[in-house]
Each structure stands twice: as structure tokens, then as C-alpha cells.
Antibody, heavy 122, light 107 residues
């Protein structure tokens, strides 16, 4: 059974960088054909896809965040990470890490972390 | 970006009722649509993909249909553990986008 667990600061100051890590157990971030992703949910609102990292290392980001977001992987620790720079209050959200897979086309998400609330405030 | 619009935003029904949620895409997405269930305070879970394929382990009381721009999620008999918010997601083209959610409550 694959499990994902987010970790990182729950409070970030405006203009600083939000950094989160997702630790994967029961599976490998190097497993072929999987995507390792971040999805966020502002309090009381819907889901927003942030970006993907394919097992090969290629990344795709939401254009609305592209200039500020980086997803990276540490295969030795079986972790992947999210960095989001120059944050504002609009980046306050529950951040989920998730495993994605493809069925012919696109990416859908079958395993999710429990989510971690990140608040942007001074 | 492809906009996904769900209706209704909130739905109140009785135990045993048949419940239907609609998701509309701003352009054709063929059958590249998934549905997720999010129980209060929990992460979403995948219910259906490719518009009508049931994810492993999901009860057969859930079903999906549609193609192009209009899709439906049906719960054949509403049970208490189906109280949740349901989201559709298109994966036809980047960026993947979700509907705003439909909250299902027990009347």
C-alpha cells in the first residue's frame, strides 16, 4: 500500500519561499510510469493542480504558478519536494502531495497524502 | 485553461435516494474525466476515471457517464458514508483543472 506524507512549515511570511516535502512509502519515486504531484486547496475552496514530476525527472507546472514553482525529487530518500517562491496570502492552502498515473492520456491521482495547511502571514 | 463547472453546488437528499451530479467542460474533453470524493477533513479519493471506469475498490453504487462536454456522477442509493464533496477533474489538456465541487448532504 502506497502512502504519502507531507511535511514542512505551517506558517510562511509573505515574499518568502514555501518549501514542502512528501515522503513516499510502500512504493518508489523511481517507479516507471508514475507522476509525483502537488495539488492545493485554499480553505473552503476547490482543488488546484500545482504541478507534476514524471518518474524520469521531467516536470510540468500550472502556468498560473510556473514562474514561482519548482518540484524536485530525492531518490535516495524516496521524497519529492515543492518550492513556491514569493508567496502571498493567496497561497494559503492545504497542500496535498499525490501519486498520479496515466490511462492512455493525462494524469489522474490514486494515492494522496493527508494534506498540510500552509498559512502565509506576517 | 479548460473550465469545469459542476451543478448543483449543494445537494440534500434522503438515505436511499438516487443522486446525480453534473460536470460541464468549457470545451470538449472526450472521455478524459475523473471524479473524486472528499470526505470532511480528508484528502480526495479517486472514484471514477475515463468518465465511466470505476476505480478498484469503489462500490458499484457509484457510476459515471458522459463524453465531450457533459458528464454525470450517479450514486444509485445514497448512504451516510457518501456525505462528502465531489469533484470532477479534466485530464484532456494541461493544466489539469477541477470543478468547484458538489457538497452532498443527508436530508
Amino acid at each position: 500500500q502506497v502512502q504519502l506524507q507531507e511535511s514542512g512549515p505551517g506558517l510562511v511570511k509573505p515574499s518568502e519561499t514555501l518549501s514542502l516535502t512528501c515522503t513516499v512509502s510502500g512504493g518508489s519515486v523511481s517507479s516507471a510510469n508514475y507522476y509525483w504531484s502537488w495539488i492545493r486547496q485554499p480553505p473552503g475552496k476547490g482543488l488546484e493542480w500545482v504541478g507534476n514530476m514524471y518518474y524520469s525527472g521531467s516536470t510540468t507546472y500550472n502556468p498560473s504558478l510556473k514562474t514561482r514553482v519548482t518540484i524536485s525529487v530525492d531518490t535516495s530518500k524516496n521524497q519529492f519536494s515543492l518550492n513556491l517562491s514569493s508567496v502571498t496570502a493567496a497561497d494559503t492552502a492545504v497542500y496535498y502531495c499525490a501519486r498520479g498515473f496515466t490511462v492512455v492520456r493525462g494524469v489522474i491521482y490514486d494515492y494522496w497524502g493527508q494534506g498540510t495547511l500552509v498559512t502565509v502571514s506576517s | 485553461d479548460i473550465q469545469m463547472t459542476q451543478s448543483p453546488s449543494t445537494l440534500s437528499a434522503s438515505i436511499g435516494d438516487r443522486v446525480t451530479i453534473t460536470c460541464r467542460a468549457s470545451q470538449s474533453i472526450s472521455s478524459w474525466l475523473a471524479w473524486y470524493q472528499q470526505r470532511p477533513g480528508k484528502a480526495p479519493t479517486l472514484l471514477i476515471y475515463r468518465a465511466s471506469s470505476l476505480q478498484r475498490g469503489v462500490p458499484s453504487s457509484f457510476s459515471g457517464s458522459g463524453s465531450g462536454t457533459e458528464f454525470t456522477l450517479t450514486i444509485s442509493s445514497l448512504q451516510p458514508d457518501a456525505v462528502a464533496t465531489y469533484y470532477c477533474q479534466q485530464y484532456n489538456s494541461y493544466p489539469w483543472t477541477f470543478g468547484q465541487g458538489t457538497k452532498v448532504e443527508i436530508k
